[in-house]
């Protein structure tokens, strides 16, 4: 006999006269709740100012017939007319952007405000729950195991490879010499290659085209997310599915996720091959022994590098890390610690979330050096006396010898450190950042409250080219980070890698890899540009391109000072 048989009709009748009110309560109070807090949030959200928003659509229909090209002078535009804190409605969802350093503080060094906005949702079938965007103890767990994984010794070890790479793509430019070429698609296939071969430990001979194809494939990809955020239709799944970016993007995320399977395959292949012979993944430490050293190796490296003055003000725990390096660890790379921990359990992490987290690092880590090092490229082409002094500095540490650059080499490359921080700050690679608001907060300016559930974008662009902080911000002055001007401005004033506790994690390897492959350029080639930076047609679509191309010539650098 069934369990339903058991009940009589008296029973039921007694069930549906609670169960159906208990349902009609809940769903009234839930939609009481949400009218509330709609309430709220139109209330409070309407009290900052910003453009006439319409019923229903709110400002979405701003973004109609725009090309991505002209969003970043749109909202340039908001920011002179409405000030450094600025309202928009997309449909029913509140839009604050912000551009005041002392508000941006109060959202980025908060421990409470670090989920990220919906809007980066759209990267989910691409990145998965990478750290990129995921939240709660899986962000937490995953950071804390992944940051240390560009710790200063193991970046240290990076410098052979970023090295030859250099040297690889010096030899492949020399094709370009006398025409008018794209640096960036140089700079992306070479970001990508250093990139495997040491967060992924994937040699150069099983590397292969394919990473071409990524980086060209992850650039299109950008293009569309970027497109899902601003157009009001493209964010419902249900529409995105009828229109051709659909099948495009399966079609893209076939070439990106073809290459991270094969990189995580062949990465797993070996260390079962290897556990069978009985080797471990070497060490960080053990791989450092085969790395050139000088004699004051050891002096150096203690010494606190890397821009501690620019960096400061938001210490996080890529510092904690290399501050804390007592006695000998077990140190590894990226994928190399994470397969490791796969198979013997000691983080718990699946082989799916490897695969999230080397999507994001492959992402993160390539496009965003390709941009900030071919806008550099393009800013000494404009700059020649600049570029004459980076080179002067350069001549001072190698003279006209061909050798390859050490780790020492890289902390006396002052000028060159300024002339990235400077090009960062014009044009900082990651324009915007977006978090979800999950707590009413109050800001500096005005005493404004962000209600809970909004969505705050925070505008690195604008930040960056604020007068108050910079004296005529839009001239390139690689002076702006000499220490005395750093000394006393407002941390949050220079923002290019986030900061608080979702900065970036690979900021010292970013900084590093830099210095390494535009020192390698610039001692091979002397960069000319034909056009000025008034001239660049800027596309903010997640990571900051030159819309019009970055486009440069190369002449043969000879190997003598400028003033000879
Ligand atoms: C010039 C180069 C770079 C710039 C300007 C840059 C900038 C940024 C920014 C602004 C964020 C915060 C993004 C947000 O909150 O939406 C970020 C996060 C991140 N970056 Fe970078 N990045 C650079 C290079 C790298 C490299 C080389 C790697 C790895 C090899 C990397 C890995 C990451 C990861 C994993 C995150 C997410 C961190 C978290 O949420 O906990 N980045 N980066």
Same mark, same amino acid.
């Given at each position: ?31 009481? !709740?949400?009218? &509330?807090? &709609? ?88 990145? /998965? ?21 560009? +710790? ?11 090295? &030859? ?29 250093? *990139? ?10 099983? &590397? ?18 970027? $497109?899902? +955020? !601003? ?24 070439? =990106? +996720? ?21 080797? =471990? ?90 941009? /900030? ?9 404009? +700059? $020649? ?11 001072? =540490? ?17 000028? *060159? ?51 108050? !902080? ?24 220079? =923002? ?20 390494? *492959? ?30 019009? /191309? ?15």
């Amino acid at each position: 006999m069934t369990v339903v048989e058991d009940i009589q009709p008296h029973q039921w009748n007694s069930t549906r006269l609670y169960f159906y009110p208990l349902v009609i309560l809940a769903t009234s109070l839930w939609l009481l !709740y949400r009218w &509330q807090q &709609q309430t709220k949030m139109y209330k409070l959200g309407n009290k900052i100012p910003g453009p006439l928003a319409l019923p229903i659509f709110g400002n979405a229909l701003l973004a109609i017939n725009k090309k991505p090209e002209q969003l970043l002078s749109i909202a340039l535009e908001y920011y002179a007319y409405y000030g450094s804190v600025v309202r928009g409605w997309l449909g029913n969802n509140l839009i604050i952007f912000l551009a005041d350093p002392n508000d941006v503080e109060v959202i980025l060094n908060s421990n409470v405000h670090i989920d990220k906005a919906s809007e980066y949702k759209f990267f989910q079938p691409w990145l /998965g729950e990478g750290l990129l965007i995921s939240s709660g103890e899986k962000w937490r767990s995953h950071r804390k195991m992944i940051a240390p994984t560009f +710790h200063i010794n193991i970046l240290k070890s990076f410098v052979g490879v970023f090295n &030859q790479n250099s040297k690889n793509v010096v030899e492949k430019m020399r094709g370009e010499m006398g025409k008018v070429f794209d640096v960036h698609d140089y700079m992306s296939g070479v970001t990508v290659d250093i *990139l495997l071969e040491t967060a992924m430990g994937i040699t150069k001979e099983t &590397q292969d085209q394919s990473g071409f194809d990524y980086a060209m494939a992850v650039m299109k990809m950008c293009d569309i997310i970027h $497109q899902r +955020h !601003y157009k009001i239709w493209l964010r419902f799944d249900a529409l995105f599915k009828f229109t051709s970016f659909f099948e495009k993007q399966k079609k893209l995320l076939e070439i =990106i +996720h073809g290459l991270t399977n094969k990189v995580i395959k062949n990465k797993k292949e070996r260390y079962l091959q290897n556990k069978a012979k009985g080797i =471990i993944p070497p060490t960080i430490d053990e791989i450092s022994k085969t790395t050139p050293k000088t004699e004051n190796y050891n002096v150096l490296a203690n010494e606190k590098t890397l821009a501690d003055t620019v960096f400061k003000g938001y210490r996080d725990d890529l510092d904690f890390n290399d501050e804390n390096d007592v006695g000998e660890k077990k140190r590894l790379a990226f994928l190399d610690l994470m397969i490791e921990s796969a198979q013997n359990g000691s983080n718990k992490i699946t082989d799916f979330e490897i695969k999230e987290e080397v999507d994001t690092i492959m992402f993160e880590g390539h496009d965003t050096t390709a941009a /900030g090092s071919s806008f550099v490229l393009c800013l000494l082409g404009i +700059h $020649q006396d600049i570029q004459a002094r980076v080179y002067d500095e350069l001549y001072g =540490i190698f003279g006209d010898s061909d050798r390859p650059a050490t780790f020492e080499d890289t902390l006396q490359m002052k000028y *060159l450190e300024r002339v990235i921080f400077e090009s960062l700050r014009m044009y900082p690679p990651v324009p915007i950042i977006a978090r979800k608001i999950n707590r009413d907060v109050k800001i500096a300016t005005n005493d404004y409250v962000l209600p809970a559930g909004c969505t705050v974008v925070i505008g690195t662009y604008g930040i960056h080219r604020n007068p108050k !902080y910079y004296e005529n911000p839009d001239v390139f002055n690689p002076d702006n980070f000499l220490p005395e001007k750093t000394q006393n401005r407002h941390y949050y004033s220079y =923002i290019p890698f986030s900061a608080g506790p979702r900065s970036c994690v690979g900021r010292k390897y970013a900084i590093l890899k830099l210095k390494i *492959l535009l020192s390698t350029i610039l001692r091979n080639y002397k960069m000319v540009s034909d056009i000025t930076e008034d001239k660049f047609v800027l596309q903010a679509d997640i990571i900051l391109k030159r819309h019009d /191309g970055f486009r440069v010539q190369i002449e043969p650098r000879k190997r003598v000072p400028s003033t000879a």
